[in-house]
């Protein structure tokens, strides 16, 4: 059987229309700007149409605003019960026209509404080279204190599919980089998350291209 490509199985992307990408966050977004600025310059074909943020502080907001892009905060608090709320989130990732959602930094777990909705089309970045130092659990700056104490010669980052567990689907994308001897977890965490940058948009790109392919449960992204 012919592998499928996973991200235009059912687009219908008439030329010059950019394939649109809905963006989660719940803090600084620098992955965020990433993508904004990759837009910008048209080094993707793609264009952020929603940034959903769980955190109403979150300075990734006022990025997506600067690039005039909609925002949305979707907290389940807000919402009379979790129903309504996994809802509202599904009903305004679908008012995006998003064929991709991307968890940049997104600490909560998706509805499993939402997971189901898109199949093969949830991406999350990861600090690390998953499935080492991955899960519940494994973020931010316990990620890296973690590699460190493990005294690992490599780390990384890892664009992967998203399934129900924590950072369990399979990779997509991963780069790695050595681990100094005099690394501190911010010395680390800052080359990491350069890294990050260049993969989450190569990524959506590979994506936007129709690159990513899926056979018998594998998924792979074809070189451009
Ligand atoms: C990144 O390190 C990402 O890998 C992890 O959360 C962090 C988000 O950073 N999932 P930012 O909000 O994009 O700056």
């Known amino acids: 059987m012919e592998p499928r490509p996973i991200s235009q199985r059912e687009s219908h992307i008439s030329s010059g229309e950019k394939f649109r990408v809905a963006v989660l966050i719940s803090g600084g977004g620098t992955n965020l700007q990433a993508l ?12 952020v149409c929603l940034v959903i943020s769980s955190n109403p ?6 990025r ?3 690039a005039g892009v909609p925002t949305a905060v979707f907290r389940s608090k807000d919402f009379p ?4 709320f996994r809802r509202a989130l599904l009903e305004s990732l679908r008012d995006s ?5 991307v968890l940049a930094g997104y600490m909560k777990k998706l509805p499993r509404e939402v997971l189901r909705a898109y199949p093969d089309a949830i991406i999350n970045i990861h600090p690390a080279l998953l499935p080492r130092f991955g899960g519940k659990g494994y973020f931010g700056r316990r990620v890296h204190a973690a590699v460190l104490a493990a005294g690992e010669r490599v780390s990384g980052a890892t664009v992967h599919l998203v399934t129900e567990g924590y950072d369990e689907g399979p990779n997509l994308l991963q780069e790695q980089i050595p681990v ?5 977890v911010e010395s680390l965490a800052a080359r990491v998350l350069a890294v990050e940058h260049r993969l989450l948009p190569a990524a959506v790109q590979a994506f936007a291209d129709g690159r990513v392919r899926s ?3 594998r998924v792979w992204v074809e070189p451009a």
């Open 57 to 62: 502080e979150a300075v990734g907001l006022e």
């Open 36 to 47: 904004l600025d990759a837009a910008t310059v048209g080094s993707i074909a793609a264009e």
């Open 81 to 84: 019960d979790l129903p309504s």
């Open 180 to 184: 100094r001897s005099d690394d501190t």
């Open 97 to 101: 026209g998003a064929r991709l959602l």
């Open 215 to 217: 056979q018998g449960g």
């Open 64 to 66: 997506a605003k600067r």
